[in-house]
């Protein structure tokens, strides 16, 4: 029995184009065993027939506030209380406004309205409108409700238009879905205060230049979101990236590789676990200008000094956390994984390869190697970094609670 099977599942769907989409969701949903309901606007009716959604879901559709299907009850009701979890998607920019200010004029908003299960909201439209500040509003005020909003995608959009605005792919949803309701029942690093760092430093040269790498962070932003979609107290130290953080994490930002170091020291004692997947810079410059370094003739040096090691220090420093480090290279990848564990007291070493362009830096996936105290090693095939993170967050459940075992 997964954990999706037998859960009650209501679908809004909206007047969108991307409505069609929501004929997949619906199909893999009822697949995996969950009891699928669709409600639809009268203009989703516009874009697809509600005899499809009935067909893929096995259910009839509620399309109509007051056309009850059983005289027994109240549609909009019932559905709503018995609902493990309600979704629009398509989620129009009309529907959001209505969302935003408890209007329940349809079947969609009064469910919604009435309902004690979490609601997500997929938004999908031209991306000039979900840009309009009414729309970003109106996104931003459903939050404060505690409804969940799936990021819309980026790309070429059905009006022509390229960017923001295209409903996440019903797989992903699909995934985001059965995420929720495993780790609902995985509450394993429930009670463990766990410091994760990521994404690249920036070491200054001048007002306008520094030295970094491409260190993307999304390794250590889905290990953060991991761990607290399984119960842990996540810190979140982050150099820049682009990445929205993971919702619950607290986050404290930084730039350079000094400012890291700081951040992370003064949080270590507090922590149980700390995972160390931040690429940060082994050198800054000596000096850096106040003034923009102009152009010349000649050839300028940069001198380099050392940057302090974050984790050599925490190595040093820890009395019962557990440490896990990344070694990020492009060469000798065994050799370097195991000097790194021995030389810095490390629980564990997650290695990768960062010469592939595949894997690694910036990409969605990962193939890694554990390696452990104890000399074993663990090779993951290559797989979404979401995943990698679950692995993860497995193994060092296990270490932990050996750990408090042993105390
Ligand atoms: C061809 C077509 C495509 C549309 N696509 C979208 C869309 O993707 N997103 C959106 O917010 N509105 C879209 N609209 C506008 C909505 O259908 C319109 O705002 C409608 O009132 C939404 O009603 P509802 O939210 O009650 O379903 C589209 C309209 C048409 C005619």
């Known amino acids: 029995m997964t954990a999706i099977q037998g859960k009650r599942i209501l679908i809004g769907v909206t007047g ?48 109509d506030i007051f056309t009850e299907k059983n005289e027994h009850q109240i549609a909009h009701i019932d559905l709503a209380d018995q609902a493990d979890l309600i979704i629009i998607a398509p989620a129009t920019a009309h529907t959001i406004a209505k969302l935003a200010h408890g209007l329940a004029d349809d079947m969609v908003t009064a469910a919604v309205l009435a309902t004690k299960a979490p609601v997500w909201v997929a938004p999908a439209m031209n991306v000039n409108m979900y840009h309009h500040p009414a729309v970003q509003k109106n996104l931003e005020i459903i939050q404060t409700y ?23 792919e019903p797989d992903a949803i699909y995934e985001e879905i059965e995420d929720y309701f495993g780790q609902a029942h995985q509450k394993d690093l429930q009670g463990y205060r766990i410091l994760v760092t990521a994404g690249p430093t920036r070491e200054k040269i001048d007002p306008v230049r520094f030295l970094t790498n491409h260190s993307s962070g999304k390794m250590g932003y889905a290990i953060a979101a991991c761990a607290q979609k399984r119960g842990a107290d996540v810190l979140l130290i982050t150099g820049p990236t682009e990445l929205d953080p993971p919702a619950g ?56 000094v050392r940057n302090p090691d974050i984790l050599e220090e925490l190595g040093r420093r820890k009395t019962t956390q557990i440490l896990i480090g990344f070694a990020a290279e492009t060469h000798d990848l065994d050799h370097y994984a195991k000097g790194k564990l021995e030389k810095k007291k490390l629980d564990m070493v997650v290695a990768n390869d960062v010469a592939r362009t595949d894997t690694g830096f910036r990409s969605n996936d990962n193939e890694v190697t554990f390696y452990f105290r104890n000399g074993d090693i663990r090779h993951l095939h290559k797989m979404p970094k979401a995943e990698v993170a679950q692995e993860l967050c497995n193994l060092l459940t296990e270490m932990l609670d050996k750990k408090k075992g042993s105390v």
């Open 249 to 304: 994490v607290e986050v404290i930002r930084v730039e350079s590789a000094l400012e890291m170091y700081e951040a992370v020291m003064k949080h270590f004692d507090e922590m149980d676990a700390v995972i160390k997947t931040a690429a940060v810079s082994d050198y800054r410059p000596k000096a850096v200008s106040d003034r923009k370094i102009k152009k010349t003739e000649d050839h300028p040096k940069i001198e380099l």
């Open 16 to 63: 969108g184009i991307a409505a069609y989409k929501a004929c997949v969701l619906t199909s893999r949903l009822t697949k995996a065993g969950c009891d699928v309901h669709v409600m639809m606007t009268k203009e989703a009716k516009q874009f697809v027939s509600p005899q499809t959604f009935q067909a893929l879901s096995r259910n009839p559709v509620h399309d």
């Open 146 to 168: 505690g409804y969940r909003v799936l990021k819309p995608d980026s790309g070429m959009l059905a009006c022509g238009w390229v960017g923001e605005g295209r409903l996440m």
